[in-house]
């Protein structure tokens, strides 16, 4: 059973704190990986995808892969009460594609 | 606008009887796909599409049906919805594969009595 697992949280930050999400994955043909953000009763958006080891930033985020591990995270710098959301990991070998069940994110004022 | 647009929102219905969930999307993606979310499971891909004809399961696609008739077009099809269909439903497209960036629709609330 290929899987993708996330801390469910709640993760409470304060305000401009760092907030770091992971995600840990068991297909290892596993070739694109993504973060989509989740507001209570919307629809998935993303927030950066990454298909090569190491990082890739974009603006206040930036996502980190290991392969090797089949671990990937999400840093969320100057945290803002708007990034408070569920964050889903979603991991994608060919067309099979596998979402996390969402680590939600409260960040304090 | 490129969007994906899903059809109902909200939907109550009875055990049995038959339902469509309309789904279209404006921005000639090849790949279509529908999920489920359930709390505490995430998001489950039903079925997909890779282009117009061409339809494969997913991780859970006991109970349902699609069709790709058009390629904008991805219906998906309950043809005896039973109470354990209830949950939320995401319709979604990408450019060639699930390994593309998905754009999702706004959702379809179901709930089967």
């Known amino acids: 059973q290929k899987e993708v697992e996330q801390n469910s949280g709640p993760l409470s930050v304060p305000e401009g704190a760092i907030a770091s999400l992971n995600c840990t994955y068991s297909?290892?043909?596993?070739?694109?990986f993504f973060w989509y953000r989740q507001y209570s009763g919307k629809s998935p958006e993303l927030i950066m995808f990454?298909?090569?080891?190491g990082d890739k930033e974009d603006g206040r985020f930036t996502a980190q892969l290991n392969k090797a591990s089949q671990y990937v995270s999400l840093l969320i710098r100057d945290s803002q009460p708007s990034d408070s959301a569920t964050y889903l990991c979603a991991v994608s070998n060919n067309n099979d594609m596998r979402f996390g069940a969402g680590t939600r994110l409260t960040v304090k004022p | 606008e490129a969007q994906v647009t899903q059809n109902p929102r909200y939907l109550i219905t009875v055990t049995g009887k038959k339902l469509t969930v309309t789904c279209s999307q404006n921005?000639?993606?090849?790949?279509m796909s529908w999920y489920r979310q359930d709390p505490g499971l995430g998001l489950r891909q039903i079925y997909y599409s890779m282009n117009v004809e061409v339809t494969d399961k997913g991780d859970v696609p006991e109970g349902y049906k699609v069709s790709r008739k058009e390629k904008r077009n991805f219906p998906l099809i309950l043809e005896s919805p039973s109470p354990n269909q209830t949950s939320l439903y995401f319709c979604?497209?990408?450019?060639?594969?699930?390994?593309?960036?998905?754009?999702f629709g706004a959702g379809t609330r179901l709930s089967v009595l």
């Open positions: 990454i298909y090569s080891n």
């Open positions: 297909d290892r043909g596993s070739q694109s």
């Open positions: 921005m000639n993606h090849e790949y």
């Open positions: 979604a497209s990408s450019l060639t594969s699930s390994g593309d960036i998905q754009y």
